[in-house]
């Protein structure tokens, strides 16, 4: 593909403009943005220079044309959007979760494997530059054959932060879906790819939240808390999802002979006390990240039995998009990877529909929360 690549977005929130900005930066053209309402889709296609803006997905498919399709709304209003696109031979990148639920995520990669269709799957956290040098490190073999990862973070969130998609399960919210997401696709880019087994627990601590009206940027929704939450004319939604998850995987790995033990524990609205990190044991050393998704500094536990920082080699930190923020550096380098494969051009293995559509069978997994033995009656004597 020669000619310049041209870029649908659906979503006028953080994710859509952030997604439009990562798509320029890999040289594409996005010619039209998508949104709910037209006066928040319009002055964001003004502000961001970018020439087409509507309200009607399926007409500006027509209208655009575009070979790509950037699909940055919550989680579930995915599925028909990318029906849609994918019937129209449209290539697509999808912010996570892939849908609301594996059934539809399951269809929308058998759809758009039956039509050749390139696909990426944003959980792209595992782009953060200390987690390629993790990957290396444990190719190499730094800490011998893996054992156990740890995944240990507490976001302390806001509960009053107001009532939208993210306290919904039908809309995409969800802990496992915004957070367990990432971090399994960190694990599984340093020990391997293949997840053989899973088991978890899932708790709403959340309750209820307060509806506020014209919230349309998920990053800025903290502004947006009512200042009185005693106001009696106040209204509450019900929260019907998980902000908390304790999962347990097992995962195949090319550098030991067993299973991978895998332990994620996430509290969104507990407080920490020492900072998050992720963790990697292995049978002669160990490799620690400091933050929930692996910021940095990076530490090596070696022969010498002590905790060295160790610097980030200079080739990855070169390769890392030029960009402010996490999220956006990180959907930069999936979304330049994505582009490149899309021309023609040789680039390792990114993340596709497929562990878009496998995550979210975990995550039913997961939510079933079955897995507990009634031991009540051992307690009891004979």
């Keep these: 593909m020669s000619k310049t690549i041209k870029v649908l977005v659906h979503g006028t929130g953080f994710a859509g403009q952030g997604h439009t900005e990562a798509f320029r930066y890999a040289g594409t053209e996005v010619v039209g943005i998508v949104g709910r309402t037209r006066s928040v889709v319009a002055q964001v296609a003004k502000d961001m220079n970018i020439p087409y803006a509507g309200t009607d997905w399926s007409q500006a498919l027509i209208d655009c044309q575009p070979d790509i399709v950037s699909i940055a709304t919550p989680g579930g209003a995915h599925f028909e959007p990318i029906k849609q696109a994918i019937a129209k031979g449209c290539h697509v990148f999808c912010d996570k979760p892939l849908t609301a639920d594996g059934e539809t995520a399951k269809e929308l990669y058998k759809l758009a494997t039956d039509r050749g269709i390139k696909t990426a799957f944003a959980a792209s956290f595992r782009y953060m530059p200390h ?3 993790a990957k290396r490190l444990v190719a190499e073999g730094a800490i ?6 740890e995944c240990m973070s507490h976001f302390n969130l806001e509960r009053d932060i107001p009532f939208g998609w993210s306290h919904r399960r039908e809309d995409g919210g969800g802990r496992l879906n915004n957070n367990f997401t990432h971090k399994m696709s960190i694990v599984t880019s ?19 939240a307060p509806v506020v009206r014209g919230v349309h940027n ?23 999802v998980e902000w908390s998850y304790n999962v347990t995987a097992k995962i195949e790995s090319p550098f030991a002979k067993k299973p991978v033990s895998v332990l994620f524990k996430h509290g969104g ?10 963790a990697f044991y292995g049978s002669t050393g160990a490799i620690y990240i400091q933050g929930h998704y692996g910021s940095g500094p990076l530490y090596l536990y070696g ?14 930190a070169a390769d890392v998009p030029d960009v402010d923020g996490d999220t956006e550096r990180n959907w930069g380098y999936l979304i330049r990877e994505f582009v490149k494969d899309i021309k023609g051009q040789s680039v390792l293995p990114y993340q596709t529909f497929k562990d878009g ?21 051992l307690s009891e004597g004979p």
Excluded: C
């Design 269 to 278: 609205l507990h407080p920490r006390f020492h900072e998050d990190y992720i």
């Design 131 to 133: 987690v390629i040098h």
């Design 303 to 316: 022969a010498d039995r002590t905790w060295n920082e160790v610097e980030l080699p200079a080739d990855i």
């Design 218 to 240: 998920f990053k800025t929704r903290r502004e947006h808390i009512p200042d009185d939450l005693n106001d009696p004319s106040l209204e509450w939604g019900v929260s019907n």
């Design 190 to 208: 340093v020990v391997g790819e293949k997840i053989l087994s899973v088991m978890g627990e899932v708790r709403d601590d959340m309750g209820k």
């Design 357 to 377: 559509a496998q995550y979210q069978q975990l995550i039913d997994i997961i939510r079933k929360n079955n897995n507990w033995v009634d031991v009540s009656h």
């Design 144 to 149: 011998g054959e893996p054992l156990e990862v």
